[in-house]
């Protein structure tokens, strides 16, 4: 797997993550137990941090970045949908960012949120907790998130980070 140092800046990758060959983590980037990064998502914390808190995931093609000021954030149990991308952003614990979302500078995810496919969560705008945030800009559904399938979509992600350290192999 394509893992980089940038200068001083050394990836820290716990040892029970899961790190698809094909990804891409570069810099300042923390991934914690049990978390999963997959085919071609891009990590690159090369002006600031970017942490992954324990039982999260990144889906394929997603691309997480940083600014000087502003580290991104991914909490504890939360699923990052594929092609989403997220910029100098926070998402708090047990969220949910679909596939094909952008999050930008400042804003922050609140815990148990959900943002839906597509959905831009522009620059500073806050996700309450167990909010539904859907549409361009996103516009916000307090308590409508579905802890159930975020729970059970983070689950199988560990489970699946799990088989894949296990089983994986290039037959090419």
Known sequence: ????ALGDQVPQIH????????AVIIGDVTIGVDASVWACAVLRGD???????????????AVIHCTPELSTIVGQRCTIGHIAHLEGCRILDRALVGTASV???????????????????TGGTIVPPGALAI????????G???????NEGVQAYIDRGKRFRAELRRID
């Open 135 to 142: 549409g361009i800009p996103a516009k916000i559904r307090e």
């Open 15 to 22: 040892e029970s993550a899961c790190i698809h060959p094909d």
């Open 103 to 121: 999050v930008l500078h400042d804003a922050v995810v609140g815990e148990g949120a959900l943002v839906g496919a597509n959905a831009v969560v």
């Open 47 to 61: 002006d600031g941090a970017i942490v992954i808190g324990d039982g999260s995931n990144v889906q394929d093609g």
């Open 1 to 4: 797997m394509p893992v980089y």
């Open 144 to 150: 409508a998130a579905d802890q159930d399938d975020i």
